[in-house]
């Protein structure tokens, strides 16, 4: 996978999340584990190699992705992963991510 600039569509949602750094040790929370979850499906069905993935975690979560939570940066590289290889669109991705904003909003 190659390494290119940030998505438009994912640094919007850099304004929708808390602080960088700084978290303290706690329990992964549900969408940490589903992310874990999805990231080795992914792998298992050859979509996304995972040390292609963490290698890019490394390289995005420190220059590109900086401003996200700690915590926030593998499910941000994945999506940008997955971008890169044409698995999904920017407006798909969009579409899902303003999907899951207004189910939240409703709880």
Excluded at 13 to 33: D, I, K, N, T, Y
Excluded at 38 to 44: A, E, M, Q, V
Excluded at 52 to 67: H, M
């Amino acid at each position: 996978m190659t390494v290119g600039g940030p998505y438009p569509v994912l640094m919007a949602s850099v304004r929708s999340v808390g602080p960088p750094g700084g978290e303290s040790a706690r329990a992964p929370a549900p969408w940490e584990a589903n992310t874990q979850a999805t990231c080795d499906c992914l792998s298992r069905h050859g979509t996304l190699d995972p040390v292609e993935r963490r290698r890019a975690e490394d390289e995005l979560g420190a220059t590109v992705y900086a401003d996200f939570p700690v915590r926030a940066r593998p499910l941000v590289v994945t999506a940008h992963a997955l971008l890169e290889l044409g698995a999904i669109s920017e407006p798909e991705l969009e579409a899902k991510m303003n999907a899951v904003r207004a189910r939240f909003r409703k709880a």
